[in-house]
Nanobody, 119 residues
């Protein structure tokens, strides 16, 4: 019902920046809670940043003051601006959508985009 497509990943040097995008097919996109997760080899998938339909944001402690999540409801897109990147940020980043005011209880995932931080 909801398709999510991530883009913007790649190779960047430590201290650099990337902006990830997630394009959603959802009707009434503005009513979904959106998030970015990441998974590194040998590690469990973890929440990086979330943004609710009411534009309430939350971040993992490891990325606070470096990453910014935002959404453009007119474009059905959520973004993750990543600054001051560190090698430990290397992971596959996944976009997530959860129903809230509509489609409650649903949970959708994108295919992921690779972010590699290395000199």
């Amino acid at each position: 019902q909801v398709q999510l497509v991530e883009s913007g990943g790649g190779l960047v040097q430590p201290g650099g920046s990337l902006r990830l995008s997630c394009a959603a097919s959802a009707r009434l996109f503005s009513m979904y809670n959106m998030g970015w997760y990441r998974q590194a080899p040998g590690k469990q998938r973890e929440l990086v940043a979330g943004i609710t339909s009411n534009i309430i944001r939350n971040y993992a402690d490891s990325v606070k003051d470096r990453f910014t999540i935002s959404r453009d409801n007119a474009k059905n897109t959520v973004y993750l601006q990543m600054n001051s990147l560190k090698p430990e940020d290397t992971a596959v980043y996944y976009c997530n959508a959860r129903g809230d005011l509509v489609d409650y209880g649903s949970n959708y995932w994108g295919q992921g985009t690779q972010v590699t931080v290395s000199a």
